[in-house]
């Protein structure tokens, strides 16, 4: 079992920055990839960010291309999630998840993800 706990959110104004992080529980981290999805109020979940188990390879939303950068810690079992020149649309809760499987390539799908933590809201004001 993996514990994933978030922290890192908060109140920003627009064009602001955030770092999010991500602990995860468990000596296998290095063996998962990682992502950050979000969840905007009566929205879908979406996946904003994906690193591969190395980190050597990542993906991101074209929403946030060129803003937000992920990056992940094996030695510190930690995910990272810098976020900046926030926009009053990046407003949402922001989950980790793990993914224990190998895949050929990074996935994006929420059912793909085993583990997820419980959340840090992420509030950009005007």
């Known amino acids: 079992q993996v514990q994933l706990v978030e922290s890192g959110g908060g109140l920003v104004q627009a064009g602001g920055s955030l770092r999010l992080s991500c602990a995860a529980s468990g000596r296998t981290f290095m063996w998962y990839a990682m992502a950050w999805f979000r969840q905007a109020p009566g929205k879908e979940r979406e996946v904003v960010a994906v690193i591969n188990r190395s980190g050597s390879s990542t993906y991101y939303a074209d929403s946030v291309k060129g803003r937000f950068t992920i990056s992940k810690d094996n030695a510190k079992n930690t995910v990272y999630l810098q976020m900046n020149s926030l926009k009053p649309e990046d407003t949402a809760v922001y989950h980790c998840?793990?993914?224990?499987?190998?895949?050929?390539?990074?996935?994006?799908?929420?059912?793909?993800?085993?583990?997820w933590g419980q959340g840090t809201q992420v509030t950009v004001s005007s």
């Open positions: 998840a793990a993914d224990p499987f190998y895949r050929p390539s990074l996935s994006r799908a929420t059912s793909e993800y085993h583990y």
